[in-house]
């Protein structure tokens, strides 16, 4: 079995249990978990750990599965009616739509929450999983995906600059990534100047994984995408900024550059990047 139906496979098995007389709650946790998504974070996380010590990579499960349910609450906080108001995700209604806002809340926070938990008892070094734990909140938290988020947000009617586009989307979607294949290198016992560079590698990474994104909305149907698209022509998206064509050569230029970084990578990891940057990023 590949890494990615691996994860699949332990993510349908190890869904948040929290049994009790409410009506749906325990089973509104699994929904957008069980939505689909290509778990490149996931991926990140495991790909890492394959290319450098494979057996790990049982152990490494509980803490890609703890990425993805961050991944995951962020989705559902995001299309709430207070955020971008989204009624479908994953190609399946959003929590505050099949349910109400009330439980879309709730469950962002119990994915949030349960994410560290996962980690913290994974069978791992205590000292592994307390790094992974904090590269986590630091990627997602504070000075992370939370401050890109806050940013968006905030300047929803506003034009940013170029710079100001790449520090909001460096935030609320690189921070990430770049955390994912980070944690994967911890758990790996990489060193820290590895950690370093597959960090750097990564936020690049989550730019072009945005712009990607930004690309596909402008030009694909919401059928394709699983999500409502092109419905915003006053959001701070490279699109918008750049134009496609130039969103595009954007792309591009920052996918030669992370071409030319990873030679710096041992071999085994230069190669998962490039398969996911071949199966998710390519035109
Ligand atoms: C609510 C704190 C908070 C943060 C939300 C990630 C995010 C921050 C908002 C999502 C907005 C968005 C569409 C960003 C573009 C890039 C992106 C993160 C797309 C969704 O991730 P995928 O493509 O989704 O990995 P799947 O469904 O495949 O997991």
Redo the contacts with the bound molecule.
């Keep these: 079995m590949n890494l990615a139906d691996k994860f699949d496979a332990y993510l349908k098995a190890n869904l948040p249990k929290a049994s009790s007389f409410h009506p749906h709650y325990e089973k509104a946790l699994g929904v957008m978990l069980l939505?689909?998504?290509?778990?490149?974070?996931a991926q990140l996380v495991l790909g890492v750990v394959n290319a450098l010590t494979p057996e790990l990579v049982d152990a490494a499960m509980p803490v890609a599965l703890g990425v993805?349910m961050i991944?995951?609450?962020?989705?559902?906080?995001?299309d709430l009616p207070a955020?971008?108001n989204a009624d479908f995700?994953?190609g399946t209604p959003t929590l505050h739509k099949s349910y109400d806002e009330v439980t879309a809340i709730l469950v962002?926070d119990a994915l949030n929450t349960n994410a560290f938990l996962l980690i913290s008892q994974a069978k791992l070094d205590p000292v592994v999983r307390c790094e992974c734990v904090s590269e986590l909140a630091r990627g997602?938290g504070v000075g992370g995906?939370?401050l890109?988020?806050?940013i968006?947000c905030y300047f929803e009617n506003t034009k940013l600059s170029l710079s100001e586009l790449e520090f909001l989307?460096i935030h609320?979607?690189a921070c990430?990534i770049a955390a994912s294949l980070k944690i994967g290198a911890i758990i790996a016992g990489a060193s820290l100047s590895e950690q370093d560079k597959i960090y750097n590698i990564g936020i690049r990474l989550g730019l072009v994984?945005?712009i990607a994104?930004?690309i596909l909305?402008a030009t694909s149907s919401s059928e394709v995408a699983?999500?409502p698209v092109g419905h915003d022509d006053s959001k701070n998206s490279f699109t918008n900024l750049l134009g496609i064509d130039g969103a595009k050569v954007a792309k591009a230029k920052h996918l030669e550059l992370i071409q030319d970084e990873i030679k710096e990578l041992p071999f085994n990891i230069a190669q998962m990047i490039k398969n996911l940057i071949s199966k998710y990023l390519k035109d």
């Design positions: 939505a689909g998504g290509k778990h490149f974070r993805e991944h995951t609450y962020s989705l559902i906080h995001d955020m971008d995700r994953r962002g997602a995906m939370v890109g988020q806050a968006d989307h609320k979607t990430l994984f945005q994104d930004d909305d699983g999500k």
